[in-house]
Structure formats: C-alpha cells, structure tokens
C-alpha cells in the first residue's frame, strides 16, 4: 500500500478511508466539522486536510511537497487560523468578519484558501450569524 501522511493519524480507519477517497478524487466538500475531545488530533486533522488540497504529489497529501511543508510548518499564507483571542473567551463577530472580507481575494501558492476555525464552538451568536 501507497504511504501517505493520513498514516499520521492513529486509529479511526473510517476517517482516514473517507479522507483518502476525498484526496484521491480531489474532490473535498466545501466545508468539514471535525470534532472530538480536547487532545484528539483536530488541529492535526485540519492541517492534514488542508495538505491533501493542496499537495503537488499523486498520493495526497505526501508530507513532502513543497505547498505540504509549508502547511505543516504553519507558513502558508493560504491557510488561515481562527483562534480564541487569548485576551477572550469567545470569537467575535469581528474576526469573522475579516475572515469574510479577504476570502474573495485569490490564493497565493495553493490553489485555494482553507480556513480552521479552532474552538468554533466558542463562536458568538453574531459571528455564526455572520459566517
């Protein structure tokens, strides 16, 4: 069998069927929720995810590449992060709102942006809304 970076992931051999089969059509939907208990390897799903969009290699995501490296190393401006102001508890309508205003602009290496948003359940009323 082909190796490829979902082997990251330990367990869950239904998730990583479903994301292989996503990545091997390069067809992912426009949005996933991705959810579990504190320490179960969300951000490191969505990073992987966001490497099999935009990996150059045939077997997606190889880890290797030169978009692939840059996701994992946090570095690409494509990938944009939404977290808990460290000075809040919740994410605002603002964020989002500036989230919204730059995602029409174009990619800059990948082929499109991704966006993980981190602890979306602390979201304000006003920021689904608003999303």
Known sequence: MIMDA???LYGNEGLKRTLRGFSSRRAFP????VSGAEGSGKSTVATLIAMAIACESNVRPCGE???CRKIREGISPDVITLTVPK????IGVDAVRQIRDGAYILPN???CKVYIIKDADRLTE???NAL
């Open 87 to 90: 000075d809040r508890r919740t």
């Open 65 to 67: 590449c030169k978009s």
């Open 6 to 8: 979902f082997d990251a």
């Open 126 to 128: 006003a920021a689904q």
């Open 30 to 33: 426009n949005s996933l929720t």
């Open 109 to 111: 290496d990948l082929p």
